[in-house]
């Protein structure tokens, strides 16, 4: 029986030291970005930031992408 999205996260959250990495990562980029967003203002440096929180959480995004695809891959192949 195929996993959903949120399966395949919480089982590679457990298994996967890579993935758990890379999740850590990016809720702690979003969890920044939520505080900057809370600013009424921000500075042209707290812009910057923004822009290259915005970016790293994308590519972390992207990374944990690619490992549910490899999983999920890796689990048809062996069908």
Known sequence: M???L???KNHLMA???EFSRLAREHFNY???LEQLSSRP???DAERIEEINLKKRKLYLKDQ???RIQQYK???QATR
């Open 6 to 8: 949120q399966e395949v």
């Open 2 to 4: 195929a996993m959903d």
């Open 41 to 43: 203002y921000l500075t």
């Open 30 to 32: 979003e969890w920044q």
């Open 15 to 17: 298994t996967d030291e």
């Open 64 to 66: 944990m992408e690619r």
């Open 73 to 75: 891959n890796a689990g």
